[in-house]
C-alpha cells in the first residue's frame, strides 16, 4: 500500500507540475476521438470527415473550456445531419434544444459529462458512467447524464433510418419527421438506459454521502447491482434485448475504475477513525472525523566530494589554526611582561617608603619588604608557569587576579 500511495504522490507532483500542459493534452485527445467517432459512425458531410478538419476543431477545443468541446459536437452531428436530409437536421435541432434547456437548467457545469456519456455508449462500456458520475458528482448530474444517454441513441436512430430517408422524395418533408419522431419517442431502450442510469446515479450519490465505514464501496457495489436490476427488470417489461453477458462485464468493470477513482479521491484510513462531541449555547455537535491515508515521497540526495578541494580547506584551517595560537601565545607574552613591570613598581614604591622608616623599625620592615618581594617574585613565577600550560582569556583574567590579591595582602602587611 505504501508504494501505491508514493505513486499516487508522484503522479500528483507531476501533474500540479505540468498541468497547463497536461490539461490541453487531455481535452485534445478527448475531443479527436469524439469527432473522429462522428465521422466514423454518421459521416455523410465528407468535408468534414476529414482528418484536418478534425485536427484544427481538437486545437480549438484544447484552449477553450469543456463548453466549446460540446458546441463543437453539436456542430459536427448536425452537419451530418444536414448532408443526410433538412428535415432530419431540423428534428436534431429540436431535440438539441429541449436537451439543451435541461441541461442549462440543472446541471450546467457537467459538460463533461454530455461528451463522454454518448462516447463510452459508443464504446460499448457505458455502465462506467452511471457509477463514477455518482461518486464525484451531485444528484442533478443524472440531467446530463440522460442527456448523453439521448444524444446516442437519436444518432442511432437517424443512423438506422437512413436508408429510408434517402429513398423517399423531397416533397415528402412530414413523413421523414414522423419516422424520427416516433422512431426516437419509441425507443424503449433508450428509456429503460435514462431510468437505469438516473436510479443507479442517485443511489450512489445518497450511499457515499452518509456517515459509515467504507460507504464509497458500499455505495459503488449498491449502485452496480441497482444498475443491472434495473436494465434486467425493463428488459423484462419492454423487451429491449438487454445483454446480460455484457452488462454483468460492464458492471465489474464499472467496479474497477470505480475504485481507482476512489483511491485518487477519496483514499481514508477507516482503521484510525475518532469521534469528537461539543456544544455551544445554541447546538450539540457530533463530529467523525476519518484521517486521510497519505505517504512522505523518499527523496535522495547525492552529494559531491572534492578531494583536492577538501585537502586545500585542510591545509587553509591548519593554517588559520596556528596563526590563531600564534597570536594567543604573543598576547599571553605582553600581558607576562605588563605584569612583571607592575611587580618592580610595587617594590621600587616599597623599598623607597622602607628607606624614609627609621632605627630598628627600618630592618623589621626591610626583613618584612624582602618577604613582600620574594612572594611577589613567587607570585610571578607561579603566573608565568600557569601561562606557559594554559593560554586563554579565563585564565589570564584568574591570574591576574590572584596577582592583585597578593599585592594588596602585601601592601597591606608593609604597614
Excluded at 5 to 18: C, N, T, V
Aim: with cysteine; charged share 20%.
Amino acid at each position: 500500500m505504501t508504494v501505491l500511495l508514493e505513486m499516487k504522490e508522484r503522479l500528483k507532483l507531476i501533474y500540479s507540475k505540468g498541468e497547463p500542459f497536461l490539461l490541453p493534452l487531455v481535452k485534445f485527445l478527448l475531443a479527436f476521438v469524439t469527432f473522429n467517432t462522428l465521422n466514423g459512425r454518421m459521416g455523410y458531410m465528407t468535408q468534414l470527415d476529414n482528418v484536418a478538419v478534425v485536427l484544427i476543431a481538437a486545437l480549438t477545443c484544447s484552449f477553450l473550456p469543456t463548453g466549446a468541446m460540446v458546441f463543437f459536437a453539436t456542430i459536427f452531428s448536425l452537419a451530418h445531419m444536414y448532408a443526410l436530409s433538412l428535415e432530419v437536421a431540423l428534428v436534431g435541432v429540436c431535440v438539441y434544444l429541449v436537451m439543451y434547456l435541461l441541461f442549462f437548467r440543472f446541471s450546467p457545469k457537467d459538460s463533461l459529462v454530455v461528451i463522454i456519456t454518448p462516447l463510452l455508449c459508443a464504446l460499448k462500456i457505458p455502465y462506467v458512467v452511471p457509477v463514477v458520475v455518482g461518486l464525484l458528482c451531485g444528484p442533478m448530474s443524472a440531467v446530463s447524464v440522460g442527456c448523453g444517454v439521448v444524444v446516442y441513441y437519436v444518432i442511432e436512430v437517424i443512423v438506422n433510418n437512413a436508408s429510408n430517408v434517402k429513398t423517399m422524395e423531397d416533397g415528402e418533408i412530414v413523413a421523414k419527421i414522423r419516422i424520427l419522431i416516433e422512431a426516437i419517442m419509441g425507443n424503449k431502450a433508450m428509456l429503460v438506459v435514462v431510468v437505469s442510469f438516473a436510479v443507479t446515479i442517485l443511489v450512489v450519490y445518497f450511499i457515499r454521502r452518509l456517515s459509515i465505514d467504507y460507504s464509497w464501496t458500499i455505495a459503488m457495489i449498491a449502485g452496480v447491482m441497482t444498475n443491472v436490476v434495473v436494465l434486467l427488470i425493463g428488459d423484462l417489461l419492454y423487451d429491449i434485448n438487454i445483454s446480460v453477458g455484457g452488462a454483468l462485464l460492464g458492471s465489474l468493470l464499472a467496479l474497477v475504475v470505480a475504485k481507482v477513482v476512489e483511491f485518487f479521491r477519496f483514499c481514508v484510513d477507516y482503521s484510525r477513525v475518532e469521534k469528537v462531541q461539543f456544544e455551544d449555547d445554541e447546538y450539540y455537535y457530533y463530529v467523525k472525523a476519518v484521517p486521510k491515508m497519505s505517504v512522505s515521497m523518499s527523496t535522495k540526495t547525492v552529494k559531491k566530494i572534492n578531494t583536492q578541494q577538501s585537502r586545500a580547506g585542510g591545509r587553509a584551517g591548519a593554517a588559520r589554526h596556528t596563526g590563531r595560537l600564534n597570536q594567543s601565545a604573543g598576547a599571553g607574552d605582553r600581558n607576562m611582561m605588563d605584569r612583571e613591570g607592575a611587580n618592580r613598581i610595587v617594590q621600587e614604591e616599597r623599598s623607597g617608603q622602607g628607606r624614609n622608616m627609621s632605627g630598628g623599625r627600618n630592618t623589621m620592615d626591610r626583613s618584612r619588604s624582602n618577604m613582600a618581594g620574594r612572594n611577589v617574585r613567587r607570585t610571578s613565577g607561579y603566573v608565568q608557569n600557569r601561562s606557559n600550560v594554559t593560554i586563554g582569556s579565563t585564565v589570564r583574567q584568574d591570574t591576574m587576579e590572584n596577582v592583585t590579591e597578593d599585592v594588596s595582602e602585601d601592601y597591606e602587611d608593609f604597614y
